[in-house]
């Protein structure tokens, strides 16, 4: 069983690398381009939107939305396109796994904007006393 998830883990990279090379093909169609680049980004970012840490819903990212994201990528992406676009993926995945820190990078802005957020709403609604 753990072999099995292993391989489903695996082909999951295998298909995320190939929705990037998609995405810089030019037969792909402008709004596949789109999700594919969202779904691309969020999978190969070091840093996840939800903190795997966190109980059950840390995993929800990467067991639900991120194939979903794929799922519904693929829908839109020419199959001749994807298929030479996965053979691509599948050389050079064999050899290492590609790291988005742009989208990481973007992640953290998400989560300090969510800290400054709640910080002014715990000082602005009186929670916190100063003196």
Known sequence: MLTTWKSRARQLKVESYALYLACRDPRTP????LLAGAVVAYAFSPIDLI???IPLLGYLD???LVPAGILLA???IPPAVLA???EQAQAVMAQDKPVNWFAGGVIVVIWLAVAFWLARLVIDVGWLSWG
């Open 30 to 33: 402008w709004y596949a381009r």
């Open 51 to 53: 903190p795997d840490p």
């Open 62 to 64: 990467d067991f639900l």
């Open 74 to 76: 693929r829908r839109l």
């Open 84 to 86: 030479e676009c996965r």
